[in-house]
């Protein structure tokens, strides 16, 4: 049995998350607050509807989940929600919002990522935060040997190269506690 009368927006969060549910005029029918244990019970007892979320942290696992127990769900991108808040800002209008999003059909929804799909994602991620962090350090030990006269051009296979090197030179300026660091 399809509920297509209504539509769920639900509000995510860390531990409690806020359901509205509304009809075909957009009239708010049902307000709900759960927590992340009772969610799924909670969606469970419904019948099968059309499920709004922002896209957000956490959304493509509710969103496999929500699907497994037989509901159509949408994830909607974020900055196009906001167009639909009235009112003061508060999680029962921003689950209002969602729903309401979803139920005029304007925005181009978000695909849910399947685990594999994420896990994808999340490596690339990862990656691409591990080079920025690895450069962040090679600037700051340049900028540091900079200090004490050492200046190496930029690079990170020369600051590879040149770092033993600069560390066994006992006539430049580098201290032992800043030699023990470099190392």
Avoid at 2 to 14: F, R, S
Avoid at 154 to 182: C, F, W
């Amino acid at each position: 049995m399809t509920d297509q009368q209504h539509t769920v927006g639900i509000d995510l969060a860390k531990n409690s998350f806020y359901i509205v549910v509304v009809d075909k005029s957009c009239r708010v029918v049902e307000k709900k607050k759960r927590t992340r244990s009772q969610l799924v019970s909670y969606i469970a007892q419904r019948p099968e509807s059309t499920i709004a979320m922002e896209a957000c942290a956490s959304s493509h696992y509710w969103a496999r989940t929500l699907t497994q127990l037989g509901h159509n769900v949408v994830l909607l991108p974020a900055q196009h929600v906001k167009g639909y808040s009235r009112g003061q800002k508060n999680d029962y209008n921003d689950a209002q919002a969602i729903a309401e999003a979803c139920h005029h059909g304007a925005i181009r929804p978000v695909l849910p990522k399947t685990v594999d799909e994420q896990d994808d994602s999340t490596f690339a991620r990862i990656r691409q935060q591990l080079v920025h962090d690895r450069t962040r350090l090679a600037n700051h030990i340049r900028g540091i040997l900079a200090e004490y006269g050492i200046v190496l051009p930029v690079g990170l296979h020369i600051l590879k190269r040149s770092l033993p090197e600069i560390l066994e030179d006992a006539d430049n300026q580098l201290t032992y506690r800043m030699r023990l660091l470099l190392s």
